[in-house]
């Protein structure tokens, strides 16, 4: 059974910065799709940022966090992270970590399918 702990929500400033952790077990795969969504009140979950595993291809980003968030993963600890930089109050929303067989971006968004597990979520608020 697939497993994935969050931790490193918070409140921060706006213009402050923040970094989510998200530690993996019970995966057998080393070549999967790990990824950070966000759910804001009220609104649908999206995607935010994701990385393969095995390093195929170049992390993908959601344009509302190009150039202030950064993914990244050390594979020694199957852990994770999203530095969070330059954050916005449009960026509060409770964040979840996703593990799935492959990253598919359709139409410039990434999509999970059914195969997809999740984390419990973790909370960040940015006030202004």
């Known amino acids: 059974e697939v497993h994935l702990a969050e931790s490193g929500g918070g409140s921060v400033e706006a213009g402050g910065s923040l970094t989510l952790s998200c530690t993996a077990s019970g995966i057998q795969s080393n070549n999967h799709c790990m990824a950070w969504f966000r759910q804001a009140p009220g609104k649908v979950r999206e995607a935010v940022a994701a990385?393969?595993?095995?390093?195929?291809?170049?992390?993908w980003y959601a344009d509302s966090v190009k150039g202030r968030f950064t993914i990244s993963q050390e594979k020694s600890k199957r852990t994770v992270y999203l530095q969070m930089d330059m954050v916005k109050p449009e960026d509060t929303a409770v964040y979840y970590c996703?593990?799935?067989?492959?990253?598919?971006?359709?139409?410039?968004?990434?999509?999970?399918?059914?195969?997809?597990?999740w984390g419990q979520g973790t909370q960040v608020t940015v006030s202004s």
């Open positions: 990385i393969s595993t095995g390093g195929a291809g170049r992390p």
């Open positions: 996703g593990a799935d067989r492959e990253c598919t971006v359709l139409a410039g968004i990434l999509a999970y399918g059914s195969t997809a597990s």
